[in-house]
């Protein structure tokens, strides 16, 4: 148990990994709750009404069930105000978004649903004169998203002030917002996190451990990684404000409300450093621009110091921005932090200098210096309330010219290569019916519908780009609305060489590469010459998922199992450190999503021993070693929860290996297992300086051994997803043996950014290395990377599934 006192509901057992409570799914009862109660003077409720103290109160985080509660009210109290439940979350907590404006407006939602659908669609509009007909009768639609980062506590404050000021003020800026916008407030992306971490936080409260980090994940499977899938669509929660708000609403803006760490700026707005992703039009960007400015020099002249434009993030992944290709501006804005609830001081020499700034020193961009002090969550959720208001105020009062860019993009988009800067633009993808895997085909298929891509079938045999396509074959045809984002998805990245003033590459945001049919293993071909003879009819329906079946591991009628494949399912365990690692639940959502049989193994349990009695393999998920050995530090966690791995650990692993259990270790975590269970491989890019090697996310080519088990039922192109990982080379060639290795000529690059390729070449990639009487499968790359990389999903099936009886160490190779 926890060696602070707890109450019972967020008790944390030892070596256990989610907050009791976190599990429940908090109230059944819709949006509305008890309307009569809570209310201000018998009208419209405060938010400190309903919760009990003011948004910003240190030391005060309120539960899901209140946010739901008070929006709820705010519903039955105000004609201003429709609240509805979208869907259920991951952990089955409602999952709201409450919609604002004149009460007019919230009477005749489907006529301005109708309005945006044919603003976002060129080829809806007939005859002189629609557009403009339609912007006139318009409203301006903006999307407010918060706590999607539930630990980013202010996020979850905000949304509530924010609706009550729209709900309630009567000046003529309030009543101008109301008249010309539509508001959709989605309170948090992430409510199971909203209870995650404030059942964490309460209970740490006037502990020694008040404002740590929360020791698990605050989405069940992707953690911080839940703003990564606004393309491949793989949670609930994406998919929920996908297709009930993105796709339904089209909204011109969504602030996307954020924090970052508490040492920089005060407020980061746009415009975005470089580089831009190349499919977002250059008109969406100059809104983008225009309007982070604006907002900006409004919150400094109403006295906000430390806002600071053009610095820290860029806008190169879709994985972060759907709208960019939907015809809206993403405003993110990110607030500097606290201690989650509990206030922090800060001395101005503490703040730091970070990427296009220095939070000490004025500049161009960061014309107004916060000079330290104390910051609490009231200023965070004062800079994020205002930040949130004047988009919207700013947007409103530009109504019609808003409108009308949105509309232009939507005709641009249908101009397809007629329009400006796309000349060069394939014609159309062409997907082939048959391919490797068709469940990957259909995963890749689904994605661009959901995104809004139409998708044709060839009702005949077709010749495009000197192939001769077979009847049945996928389209996606240019001069669509979204054809920029499947473009965006389906073609190889090329990141810009980007350089400090020292020649060190500039770290991107996030990751460089998002090529889908390199990650799926679908054949997508890009065709060039225009398809004006393709016998393809409309778009069809949305496909059905097929089954994801992991060979010999699935629980399922032992899918697959027969003479080369054994029906002893393995007992497979995923360690999960207490400093907790977004690709470990990735690991646990894709063994799910395949019905693979798993436990979970904490630090406490390895570090027990005997863990041959309970598992055959252990899946190590990529992590930094030094997290893996040390795990949380014991002067901010309690006893239960701190240490890793240490000594013990590795010294049960080993002898759990020795006799005749299977780790499997991803990626970074490969580093650990070589030093602490002492296997005679080195690692080629330990200590190289990023100068000389550097591939931030990047696709990179692979050669396989195609007769080793592990690899036997690898159908897709062979590529890794390489992310920081290591590179091997076998110090004893007769205990490793390569599986798949980096090309030993040419550039190992497929896809993203990659310097210094030469040295990996002919390097290990992933092998396999005998020790006693069991193995130690070492992973260089991500082979599950944020539940995307299904063409090296096989790989993974095969190292778990594999036995130390089923291959035999032989010398390493440099592949094939």
């Known amino acids: 148990m926890l060696d602070v006192a707890l109450p019972r509901r967020t008790l944390l057992a030892a070596g256990c990994t989610v907050l009791a409570a976190c599990a429940t799914a908090g109230p059944g009862a819709g949006t509305r709750g008890e309307a009569g109660r809570a209310t201000s003077d018998g009208g419209v409720p405060t938010p400190a009404a309903v919760l009990g103290f003011e948004p910003g109160t240190d030391r005060r985080l309120p539960t899901w069930s209140q946010v739901v509660d008070y929006f709820g009210r705010l519903d039955a109290a105000s004609p201003r105000v429709t609240v509805r439940t979208l869907g259920r979350t991951t952990m089955g907590r409602p999952f709201i978004a409450a919609f604002v404006g004149d009460s007019a407006t919230l009477a005749d939602l489907p006529r301005h649903a109708e309005i945006q659908r044919r603003l976002a669609d060129a080829r809806l509009r007939r005859g002189p004169g629609a557009r403009d007909s339609l912007v006139a009768g318009g409203k301006v639609v903006v999307l407010v998203t918060s706590s999607i980062h539930s630990d980013e506590v202010g996020g979850i404050l905000a949304p509530l002030v924010l609706a009550h000021r729209l709900a309630t003020a009567e000046d003529e800026e309030a009543r101008r917002v109301r008249a010309n916008a539509i508001t959709i407030l989605v309170p948090s992306l992430n409510p199971d996190g909203v209870d995650i971490v404030g059942d964490w936080y309460r209970a740490t409260v006037g502990t ?301 945001y996030d990751v460089t590469a998002h090529t889908l049919p390199l990650l799926l293993g679908v054949e997508v071909q890009a065709v060039r010459e225009p398809l004006a003879a393709v016998p393809a009819g409309e778009p069809i329906a949305m496909v059905n998922a097929l089954p994801a079946v992991a060979r010999g591991l699935s629980a ?112 970074r975590a490969s580093r650990w297992a070589i030093e602490a269970l002492r296997l005679p491989v080195r690692d080629v890019l330990g200590g190289v300086p990023n100068r000389e090697f550097y591939a931030p996310g990047s696709i990179l080519a692979l050669t396989v051994d195609r007769t080793h088990p592990i690899a036997r039922d690898l159908v897709a192109r062979p590529i890794a997803w390489f992310e920081g990982g290591p590179a091997f080379e076998a110090t004893d060639p007769s205990r490793v043996r390569v599986v798949a290795a980096y090309p030993s000529d040419g550039d190992p690059l497929l896809s993203g950014w990659l310097l210094g390729g030469d040295r990996i070449r002919g390097a290990g990639a992933l092998v396999e290395v005998a020790r006693g009487r069991g193995r130690v499968v070492l992973f260089g790359f991500r082979p599950q990377y944020r539940g995307q990389s299904a063409a090296t999903y096989p790989l993974l099936w095969g190292a778990v599934r594999n036995r130390p009886a089923d291959s035999s160490p032989s010398p390493a190779t440099t592949g094939n």
């Open 208 to 508: 020694p451990h008040e404002g740590a980090d929360v020791p698990v994940l605050y989405h069940k499977y992707t953690g911080h990684d839940n703003n990564r899938d606004w393309y491949a669509f793989t949670q609930v929660e994406t998919r929920l404000t996908v297709d009930s708000l993105h796709n339904v609403w089209h909204p011109q803006v969504v602030n996307d409300i954020h924090q970052q760490g508490a040492y920089g700026s005060r407020l980061f707005l746009p415009p975005y450093l470089p580089p831009v992703e190349p499919n977002v039009d250059p008109l969406l960007t100059d809104g983008v621009d225009s309007l982070g400015r604006a907002v900006a020099r409004r919150l400094r002249a109403e006295g906000k110091a430390g806002v600071v434009t053009d610095a820290i993030y860029d806008a190169w992944t879709p994985a972060r921005a759907y709208q960019h290709y939907h015809g809206g501006a993403r405003i993110l804005t990110e607030t500097a932090s606290a201690r989650l609830a509990t206030p922090v001081l800060l001395t101005r020499d503490s703040l730091r200098a970070g990427r296009g700034y220095d939070a000490r020193r004025a500049s161009p961009n960061f014309p107004a210096v916060w000079p330290g002090g104390r910051w609490a969550l009231a200023d965070i959720v004062r800079y994020q309330t205002d930040a949130a208001w004047a988009i919207v105020a700013t947007v409103a009062a530009e109504r019609a010219a808003w409108l009308d860019r949105f509309a232009r993009i939507g005709e641009r988009a249908v101009a397809g290569r007629a329009a400006p800067g796309r000349a060069d633009w394939p014609a159309a993808f062409v997907i082939p019916e048959r391919q490797p895997d068709r469940a990957s085909l259909h995963e890749l298929l689904r994605i661009l519908q959901r995104g809004g891509v139409e998708v044709r079938r060839a009702a005949a045999a077709f010749a495009a780009g000197g192939t001769r396509h077979e009847a049945g074959s996928y389209v996606v045809l240019e001069g669509q609305p979204y054809f920029a984002f499947a473009k965006a998805l389906l073609e190889r990245q090329r990141y810009p060489d980007l350089r400090d003033s020292t020649g060190a590459p500039t770290r991107p």
């Open 556 to 667: 399922s009628a032992a899918a697959g199992c027969g003479d080369t494949v054994r029906c002893d399912v393995p007992r497979v365990a995923v360690y999960r450190s207490h400093a907790p690692t977004e690709d470990e639940g990735w690991t646990r959502w894709v063994l799910e999503r395949h019905a693979v049989p798993y436990a979970s193994v904490t630090d406490r349990e390895v570090r027990g021993g005997g863990l041959g009695g309970r598992y055959d393999v252990i899946v190590i998920p990529d992590h930094a070693p030094a997290r893996i050995a040390e795990g949380l530090p014991r002067d901010e966690f309690p006893d239960s929860l701190a240490g890793g791995l240490g000594t013990a650990g590795a010294a049960a692993l080993r002898a759990f290996v020795d006799s005749g259990g299977t780790v499997v270790a991803l990626n």
